[in-house]
């Protein structure tokens, strides 16, 4: 274990040593103390690798963090939306330095916005100015492009650095980046409807095409697949009703389909596509029943995992994207009952293994109303599911404007990093405390505050008590992999 040496270009005042491994995967977020303010903070997992990175800030800080190469570039700003000692954008080395990049194109940092690095190179929009860096002061500098309004992502298509932007709130433009001339040229224009444009929601590479989110008067929000032509950008399906669209979303690849959620009225519904308009149909299962979901999809192996809605509980499925195919990950005869939890990430896959949570209906102990709530761990690869040996019981009940209201503590801001997941405790509504400590297998469990799950050997270790007797506690987020 080294010490994470920090060296500051510039003014800002950043506490020393933080733990980190050189060679393991890190994670970065943010969370409060009632000591040093809100702070970023590292982790590889274990409760030594854990550590304060950056300090000292009044307003919650927000963060966007990415590898970059052989280092870990942190853009930091605040809600506040303006220039402190914490602001700017940070690089950590694999040595474990620390170093804020000082730049006058990285100066006064606000509103800036950084999108997922391409090809060894993050994209920075600041003040207007639509930035390249591969974390030096050499390689910093600002791509000239058409005038927009706003970039709304940034992404690599057919080889070639690609972002789209509104040009003056009237025009999509489709733009490729020459970093040999820190140029943009417009490949083609889309012209906007209703004053919006695409989601913020990066386009998914499918093959060779972009699946993307739209906006049109006369569809709404759909989905759309381009080949990176004006002629080959159309609507891929028009699925929702009238304006509202189906608002798709959550565009994951498996095998050679992709899958995403699209919603006509209340209900989100699970459609598939092939990439052309009749390859694009509402997925049913072998019994002819339309498929309703909730939450985040996932893919591994060529098939779809999915938590399905039957509204008054969900089960976990997966999907070939056939109907025969689409089945439940557990039998029915033996299966748990797997209710949503709002709010929850829902699904993440760590190697083979599919983690989810899940509770079941209110019962009674000892004058008590309690609801177990379990991490399970399915293994891909032999269907067989387990349950974390910790055993998230005992979550309380409350009254809460008048009426007995269940409160609990459950794993959120789920991240796979390495062998596990570092997750954030909470209690079900985030800010009111119940009566009597909720307790985990006999032990009090600090509320809001970071964890490590392991599914393999089924063990959950707090990694840092960051704000030891608070109510929220430190409030960790914006769980964000950087190595």
Not at 82 to 102: A, C, E, M, P
Not at 104 to 128: C, H, K, M, Q, S
Not at 324 to 347: E, F, K, M
Not at 449 to 476: C, H, M, N, V, Y
Request: aromatic residues 10%; proline residues 5%; charged residues 20%.
């Amino acid at each position: 274990m080294s010490a994470l040496a920090v060296a500051v270009l510039g003014a800002a005042a950043i506490p020393q040593p933080v733990a980190a491994k050189k060679s393991v995967a890190l994670t970065a977020f943010i969370a409060q103390s009632p000591k040093s303010g809100w702070g970023v903070y590292v982790s590889d997992g274990t409760s030594a690798g854990t550590s304060e990175l950056i300090a000292g800030s009044k307003e919650m800080l927000r963060l966007s963090a990415y590898p970059v190469g052989d280092k870990s570039l942190l853009l930091v700003t605040n809600d506040a939306l303006r220039v402190s000692d914490q602001t700017g954008l940070y690089v950590l080395t694999r040595s474990g330095k620390l170093q804020k990049l000082n730049h006058p194109l990285i100066e006064n940092l606000t509103e800036a916005r950084a999108f997922a690095p391409v090809r060894g190179r993050l994209y920075v929009v600041n003040n207007g100015k639509l930035i390249s860096t591969d974390g030096t002061q050499k390689g910093t500098r600002e791509i000239s492009a058409a005038p927009f309004y706003s970039v709304t992502s940034v992404f690599e298509f057919n080889g070639r650095t690609s972002f789209i932007s509104s040009l003056m709130n009237t025009t999509e433009a489709f733009q490729i980046i020459d970093e040999a001339t820190a140029s943009s040229s417009v490949l083609f224009l889309m012209p906007r409807q209703g004053g919006r444009g695409s989601y913020s929601e990066p386009p998914t590479l499918f093959g060779d095409k972009l699946i993307l989110t739209r906006r049109t008067d006369a569809s709404g929000y759909e989905p759309w697949v381009s080949d990176g032509t004006a002629e080959g950008t159309q609507i891929l399906k028009d699925i929702g009703f009238r304006e509202e669209g189906g608002n798709p979303g959550g565009y994951v690849v498996f095998g050679d389909k992709v899958g995403f959620r699209a919603t006509r009225g209340q209900v989100a519904q699970l459609w598939i596509s092939d990439g052309a308009s009749n390859g694009t149909r509402q997925l049913i299962d072998a019994s002819g029943a339309l498929v309703n979901v909730q939450g985040a999809l996932a893919a591994y192996g060529g098939r779809l995992y999915f938590r399905r809605d039957f509204v008054h509980y969900s089960d976990i499925w997966s999907t070939d994207g056939t109907p025969s195919g689409t089945q439940a990950l557990v039998a029915p005869s033996t299966r748990l009952t797997y209710h949503y939890i709002p709010g929850n990430p829902d699904l993440a896959i760590v190697g083979d293994r599919l983690i989810f949570q899940s509770e079941t209906a209110p019962y009674d102990e000892r004058g008590k109303k309690y609801v177990k709530v379990t991490l399970n761990a399915t293994n891909l690869k032999n269907g067989k599911t387990t349950t974390a040996s910790f055993d998230l019981k005992d979550g309380c009940f409350d009254n809460y404007q008048g009426a007995p209201t269940y409160i609990g503590i459950y794993a959120s801001e789920m991240l796979p990093i390495g062998d596990g997941l570092i997750l954030r405790m909470s209690d079900r509504w985030g800010q009111y405390k119940t009566a009597e400590p909720c307790e985990v297998s006999g032990s009090i469990i600090p509320n809001y505050e970071p964890w490590f799950f392991t599914p393999k050997d089924q063990t959950l270790t707090q990694l840092l008590d960051i704000a030891p007797g608070a109510t929220r506690g430190s409030f960790p987020n914006s769980f964000q992999r950087i190595r």
